[in-house]
């Protein structure tokens, strides 16, 4: 399954980064802009899968970004859930009419947005029909945000979902450090190689209830792998 990208146009920092962690632990990629502008750069640089658009943005609002790409043909088909502080029924059909796909009013609840975003997504033939990823008996559960073994919920904190997220996805691979650190913490935050082998290490120590600890395996001098085959010496 490759990453749903989501596109975040939120003029406000708290409200854009809290929105940006939310989707990441909720399995999905991330990129963020502050303004109609930016937001329209990055699109033409790389289609997102969806755009969650903030309805008050300094200079061009989002209603008219979204009344924009809905013109274009290129990017009509993205589906747009506009997100607003304003409650009013007036609102929410002037958001609808202008063609954006939902409408979600802050404050909102994390789980009923990621709820909303994979509904969207689905109608648009865009969503993951099974938003759970399966190898062997472990089950991630991305609406949820749950990792279980037969059924057993595993303790795993955010940063280790999203790890199991992407050595679920990437089996029998290779990941260097760096590339781990790239892939799930993202490009954009600085942390040290290190921080990876602690997290593994806690990972492989909750696996290892279930006697899984061989599924993360050691590639001596160059990083990591998860493999359900035996760690070859
Ligand atoms: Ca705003």
Same mark, same amino acid.
């Given at each position: 399954?490759?990453?749903?990208?989501?596109?975040?146009?939120?003029? =406000?920092? /708290?409200? %854009?980064?809290?929105?940006?962690? $939310?989707?990441?632990?909720a399995g999905l990629s991330v990129q963020c802009a502050?303004?109609? =502008?930016? /937001?329209? %750069?990055?699109?033409?640089?790389? $289609?997102?899968d969806l755009i969650l658009l903030d309805w008050m943005l300094p200079g061009i609002s989002g209603v008219e970004l979204a009344k924009r790409?809905?013109?274009?043909?290129?990017?009509?088909?993205?589906?747009?859930?506009?997100?607003?502080?304003r409650g009013e029924e007036e609102d929410k059909v002037r958001g609808l009419e202008i063609g954006a796909d939902d409408y979600v009013t802050k404050p909102f609840s994390p789980k009923e947005l990621i709820a909303?975003?994979?509904?969207?997504?689905?109608?648009?033939g865009k969503g993951t029909d099974q938003p759970k990823i399966i190898v062997g008996n472990l089950v991630l559960d991305l609406e949820q945000h749950?990792?279980?073994?037969s059924g057993l919920e595993l303790d795993v904190s955010p940063t280790e979902f999203r790890l199991m997220h992407f050595?679920?996805?990437?089996?029998?691979?290779?990941?260097?450090?760096?590339q781990l650190l790239d892939q799930v913490w993202g490009r954009s935050v600085y942390?040290?190689?290190r921080t990876v082998d602690v997290h593994i290490r806690r990972l492989r120590k909750v696996l290892a209830e279930y006697g899984l600890e061989d599924l993360v395996q050691t590639v001596r001098g160059f990083g990591y792998r998860f493999s359900l085959e035996e760690p070859k010496l």
């Open positions: 399954m490759s990453e749903l990208k989501i596109l975040v146009v939120e003029d =406000e920092d /708290a409200i %854009r980064e809290m929105l940006a962690m $939310l989707l990441k632990k502050g303004d109609a =502008e930016v /937001a329209l %750069r990055m699109i033409n640089e790389q $289609l997102p790409l809905k013109k274009h043909e290129h990017y009509a088909h993205i589906p747009i859930i506009l997100l607003t502080a909303r975003i994979h509904a969207v997504l689905r109608r648009s749950r990792l279980t073994v050595f679920m996805t990437h089996i029998d691979k290779v990941y260097s450090r760096t942390i040290e190689e």
